[in-house]
């Protein structure tokens, strides 16, 4: 059984960075055919994608946001890591790390999500 958690700070000041840490049990991160994603959903609001790292390490970003985010992973640690510069008050989100059959945007597994909000 795959696990996933997200870890980082819960509370990121306007315009430094946001990053965050997930870290994968029950599989590699490197099996085919699979990718890694970050998620999150403002309150009020819906899921957003915001981007993935393949098994073989090719990154994907949101159009939206590919300006100010960049996905990466530590192979040795079995761990993948988000950071999502310039922050403002609009990016407080719950924030997810899930895994998904590439392409497909389906998701089988996620973490809980952790809360991050954006604050002075």
């Known amino acids: 059984q795959v696990q996933l958690q997200e870890s980082g700070p819960g509370l990121v000041k306007p315009s430094q960075m946001l990053s965050l840490t997930c870290t994968v049990s029950?599989?590699?991160?490197?099996?085919?055919?699979?990718?890694w994603s970050w998620i999150r959903q403002p309150p009020g609001k819906g899921l957003e994608w915001m981007g993935a790292i393949t098994y073989g390490s090719v990154t994907y970003y949101s159009p939206s946001l590919k300006s100010r985010t960049s996905i990466s992973r530590d192979t040795s640690k079995n761990q993948f890591s988000l950071q999502l510069n310039s922050v403002t008050p609009e990016d407080t989100a719950v924030y997810y790390c899930?895994?998904?059959?590439?392409?497909?945007?389906?998701?089988?597994?996620w973490g809980q999500g952790t809360q991050v909000t954006v604050s002075s």
């Open positions: 029950g599989g590699s991160i490197t099996t085919s055919y699979y990718a």
């Open positions: 899930a895994r998904e059959g590439w392409g497909t945007f389906e998701y089988d597994y």
